[in-house]
């Protein structure tokens, strides 16, 4: 279920995202220059974004290349605690829609909406505790991930160096209650080459409960696309392999 | 818990001298991952930092330009922007709360200081009673026989030398009819200084660095040194107190007839010319990114006299490394 995970990258962005400067095709070239099997056209959304057919509809315009498979996405933040996401209220995820919805951790989902890094940390200093604090983080991600139908979770827990914590601050029931619900959702989990993220230890524990993992480099460029060194360096195939 | 994270900063305007003197400064901290912007994929300082750092951004007259800069810093989870880069700051510095929402802090002067300095008329005005400020006023309300020529005329509004020229007599100023948006001032004869000025969040200035400016090229320093000189420090500490300057800012003084410093203009972002301060032994970049931080700074900082001559410097890269054209491509 998990193949080599350098051979895809699941999270590539195009010119759709204002802040990348590759268009679609520039992208697909690149991936089947990298020797990809797999790829995923990744654009960010919110609530108030109305591209998304017309990006769907360029990218299956995209001419077809030889084993390689080419798959869509929408990347969304986690809004607040109850996992809402800041998607358009007219998507459409499955047939005639994106392929997957990422759930992304760009900022804490606050039970009154997102917090920042900043307000996060004032609210461990006024006395959140670091175990509540990831309470509601995991606990949010699970609720988006049921929410989003078909998820994929986009450089998870990358939101932690920023809160002062670490993916060792985490229990093995909070990494555990991501991949349970990551198998009965069939949400795909990233290991995301731009954030380091997750790490070996919740690599091994995810792919351990089958959750289906994906590379992704997060790129914002097409010479960025499919190329690998942490991801291939941490949690190589045959390390996942020894795990099942 | 753990150290905290790298401080992520964003600099725009990487292709300028004044932004890549910022990331020249914060590339020394090892606290810090620099990332880089700008609308030009050919600009410098974007390949002074990591790639996939290095990020082409709109021009920032466009109008999706705030929202994509505060997506973009949402996304890359900036903790402090700098913006190098005229047009843009008024702008970015109105959406300051946007910013401060996704938990980006922007290292600049508040919007208040910035359009006070921006409005070199409402400048003048501001500061004609703390200190010596040239006689001010706007081409289409004053009398051009209530002037001792030559005087200055420049747009009321406007960054640089750009649009700056002497007129010689009353007959010329008339000619040049009665925008409101031109200024008349009086022409100051003296020396003239740039004095880098840092304030911290109180509005207590901790640094005021003097600069003459011994060779210029194309609007920008090519050599220049240090001034120990109170007089000009003073000035610029009063000028600092007079726009409620919390940061960095540039003042320019020039010494008037009776040989006092007088208030030129005040640029309210860092100069091209700073890594001369910095040398000299005043870190503004990395002060203000202190400031922005909410960290403490010290209650002064001394400088020496130092003079500096510059040169263009090579960043050499593989051609594939320079960022893609923001533009349609076919696939190869």
């Given amino acids: 279920m998990t193949a080599d995970l350098t051979r895809t990258d699941h999270h590539v962005h195009s010119t759709w995202s204002d802040d990348a400067v590759s268009t679609t095709c520039a992208n697909l070239a690149a991936a089947r220059d990298a020797g990809l099997a797999s790829v995923r056209m990744v654009d960010h959304v919110r609530t108030s974004t109305t591209y998304v057919p017309e990006f769907l509809a360029e990218v299956a315009a995209l001419p077809p290349v030889e084993g390689l498979e080419v798959l869509t996405g929408v990347e969304a933040k986690i809004l607040d605690a109850s996992g809402r ?10 047939a005639g829609g994106v392929d997957r919805v990422l759930i992304a951790d760009h900022q804490f989902p606050g039970p009154d909406g997102p917090w920042s890094p900043r307000r996060t940390l004032e609210e461990i200093e006024r006395g959140l505790s670091a175990q509540d604090a990831l309470g509601i983080l995991v606990e949010a991600t699970v609720r988006a991930m049921e929410r989003a139908g078909r998820g994929q979770l986009a450089h998870v827990f990358s939101l932690l160096p920023k809160i002062g914590l670490t ?65 291939a360096g941490t949690v190589a195939a045959e390390d996942l392999a020894v795990v099942r | 818990m753990s150290d905290p994270s790298p401080v992520r900063v964003l600099v725009t305007g990487a292709g300028g001298p004044a932004g890549v003197a910022v990331l020249r400064s914060l590339a020394r901290r090892p606290d810090v991952t620099l990332l880089a912007a700008d609308m030009d994929r050919y600009a410098s300082g974007l390949y002074l930092v990591d790639e996939g750092a290095r990020f082409l ?4 007259l466009a109008d999706t330009f705030v929202d994509s800069l505060v997506a973009l810093c949402e996304r890359e989870r900036v903790d402090v922007l700098f913006s190098t880069v005229d047009v843009e700051l008024p702008r970015i510095a109105a959406e300051r709360k946007r910013l401060d929402a996704i938990g980006t802090a922007l290292a600049a002067p508040s919007l208040e200081t910035l359009e ?41 509004r406007g960054a640089g030398s750009r649009g700056v020229h002497q007129v010689d007599d009353a007959d010329a100023l008339r000619a040049l009819g009665a925008d409101e948006d031109i200024l008349v001032q009086a022409l100051l004869p003296g020396d003239e200084y740039s004095v880098d000025t840092l304030a911290d969040a109180d509005g207590h200035v901790v640094a005021a660095v003097p600069r003459s400016r011994l060779r210029v090229d194309s609007g920008v320093s090519v050599a220049g040194c240090t001034v120990a000189d109170r007089e000009l420090e003073q000035t610029a500490r009063r000028v600092a107190e007079a726009i409620g300057l919390v940061g960095v800012a540039n003042v320019q003084l020039r010494r008037d007839a009776e040989g006092r410093a007088a208030l030129l203009e005040v640029n309210p972002r860092f100069p091209g010319a700073m890594p001369l301060t910095v040398a000299a032994g005043v870190d503004m970049p990395s002060l203000a990114l202190d400031l922005a931080l909410g960290r403490p700074l010290p209650d002064s900082v001394p400088f020496t006299e130092l003079a500096v001559v510059r040169y263009l410097e090579d960043v050499f890269l593989d051609p594939a490394d320079v960022l893609d054209a923001p533009s349609d491509e076919v696939a190869r």
């Fill in chain 1, 85 to 94: 996401l800041d998607v358009p209220d007219d998507l459409v995820v499955g």
């Fill in chain 1, 167 to 231: 993916e060792a601050d985490l229990t093995d029931s909070h990494v555990d209650a991501v991949a349970q619900a990551a198998v009965r959702t069939g949400t795909t989990v990233e290991v995301n080459e731009k954030w380091r993220c997750p790490g070996p230890r919740v690599v091994r524990a995810f792919a351990a409960a089958g959750v289906t993992l994906v590379g992704s480099t997060d790129s914002h460029e097409a010479s960025s696309v499919g190329r690998y060194s942490w991801v």
């Fill in chain 2, 57 to 60: 951004v709109e021009p920032g």
């Fill in chain 2, 116 to 156: 006070v300095c921006l409005d070199k008329f409402a400048l003048a005005r501001r500061c004609a009673d703390v200190l010596p400020t040239p006689r001010t006023e706007l081409l289409g309300t004053t009398d051009p026989e209530s002037w001792d020529y030559p005087v200055i005329v420049k747009p009321r």
